[in-house]
């Protein structure tokens, strides 16, 4: 079974701190995706990445930015948080290649910035 | 860019019923994914449908694409109060499984 284990599943910070949400996947994939999900407005692409050290802007960037060091791990970076960044922040990942192939998702940081 | 639309926003159910969510897209889709997502929780992958006609089934689930590849359904039979939860669908943006899109999602109450 694939696993995506985000390291935290609840965080509470100051505004203004730099906050980092880390996440880790077993399964060798290519892809990995930061979304944040908010009541009304759904899951919203943040970052992806299709290879170690490569990164696209998904539809809000805006605010953050990630790093992908090692082909398993990818990190969102909140430089200077702010309480419009209080959300739900999923981390996934996929292999990458023709015909698709289902995103996987961990179980989710939920992220209150004070 | 590749919207997806769904509907119902939010259904009650009796337990046993039977219920259909539809998912819609304005684009040909590269693949259809559905989701089931508990409260606070992460995405739970269910199905995916990639060439138009496809059918599949889980259990008391069964996904379908059109012809067009535009529209999906899914449908649950009998109903029951573990199937409570939101159900998403999703679509990639390109033919790699990057830059993925999501519906806003279809709140799913069974009630016993």
């Known amino acids: 079974d694939v696993k995506v284990t985000q390291s935290s599943r609840y965080l509470v910070k100051r505004t203004g701190e730099k906050v980092f949400l880390e996440c880790v996947q077993d399964?060798?994939?290519?892809?990995m995706f930061w979304y944040r999900q908010d009541p009304g407005l759904g899951l919203r692409l943040i970052y992806f990445?299709?290879?170690?050290?490569?990164?696209e802007k998904g539809d809000i960037p805006e605010g953050y930015s990630v790093s992908r060091e090692k082909k398993e791990r990818f990190s969102l970076i909140l430089e200077s948080a702010s309480t419009n960044q209080t959300s739900m922040y999923l981390c996934?990942?996929?292999?990458?290649?023709?015909?698709?192939?289902?995103?996987?998702f961990g179980n989710g940081t939920r992220l209150t910035v004070t | 860019s590749q919207e997806l639309e769904q509907s119902p926003q939010s259904l009650i159910v009796q337990e046993g019923k039977n219920l259909t969510i539809n998912c819609t897209s304005s684009?040909?889709?590269?693949?259809l994914y559905w989701y089931k997502q508990k409260y606070g929780e992460g995405l739970i992958f269910l199905m995916m449908?990639?060439?138009?006609?496809e059918e599949k089934s889980h259990e008391k689930i069964t996904a379908k694409l059109d012809e067009k590849k535009q529209q999906s359904s899914l449908h649950i039979t009998a109903s029951q109060p573990s199937h409570a939860g939101i159900y998403l669908c999703?679509?990639?943006?390109?033919?790699?499984?990057?830059?993925?899109?999501f519906g806003p999602g279809t709140r799913l109450s069974v009630l016993p």
């Open positions: 996934a990942s996929s292999f990458r290649g023709r015909g698709n192939s289902p995103l996987h």
């Open positions: 399964m060798d994939h290519e892809n």
């Open positions: 990445s299709y290879d170690v050290k490569m990164k």
């Open positions: 684009k040909t889709l590269y693949g």
């Open positions: 449908l990639q060439k138009g006609g």
């Open positions: 999703g679509a990639g943006r390109d033919n790699y499984g990057q830059n993925f899109v």
